[in-house]
């Protein structure tokens, strides 16, 4: 299994189970250790992502900051509007 998925469904798993431990009442050491372990795994997810998965959406080329869902018009039509 890749790195960046090992890392996403077992900080996943990690959630439910607190949550469940939470509902249920668990002694409160188990929880307090658990929330306290719970921001170094999700950098570790994070950092696992950012590192290990690939993008493929397209490159930004000459655009310095972008959206993909953004219509190539989108400037004319403001512009069109406001003048």
Same mark, same amino acid.
């Given at each position: /299994? =890749?790195?960046?998925?090992?890392?996403?469904?077992?900080? +996943? $798993?990690? @959630?439910?189970?607190?949550?469940?431990?939470?509902?249920?009442? *668990? #002694?409160?050491? &188990? &929880?307090? +250790? /658990?929330? @306290?372990? +719970? #921001? &170094?795994?999700?950098?570790?997810? *994070?950092?696992? &992502? $950012?590192?290990?998965?690939? %993008?493929?959406?397209? !490159? $930004?080329?000459?655009?310095?900051?972008?959206?993909? !869902? =953004? #219509?190539? !018009?989108?400037?004319?039509?403001?512009?069109?509007? %406001? +003048?």
């Amino acid at each position: /299994m =890749k790195k960046h998925v090992f890392a996403t469904v077992f900080v +996943s $798993l990690y @959630l439910v189970v607190y949550v469940m431990l939470f509902y249920f009442e *668990a #002694p409160w050491q &188990i &929880i307090a +250790s /658990m929330f @306290l372990l +719970s #921001p &170094i795994l999700v950098i570790w997810m *994070a950092y696992s &992502i $950012l590192k290990y998965a690939a %993008y493929d959406g397209r !490159d $930004l080329e000459t655009e310095e900051w972008s959206y993909q !869902d =953004k #219509p190539a !018009d989108f400037g004319k039509r403001l512009n069109q509007r %406001y +003048s």
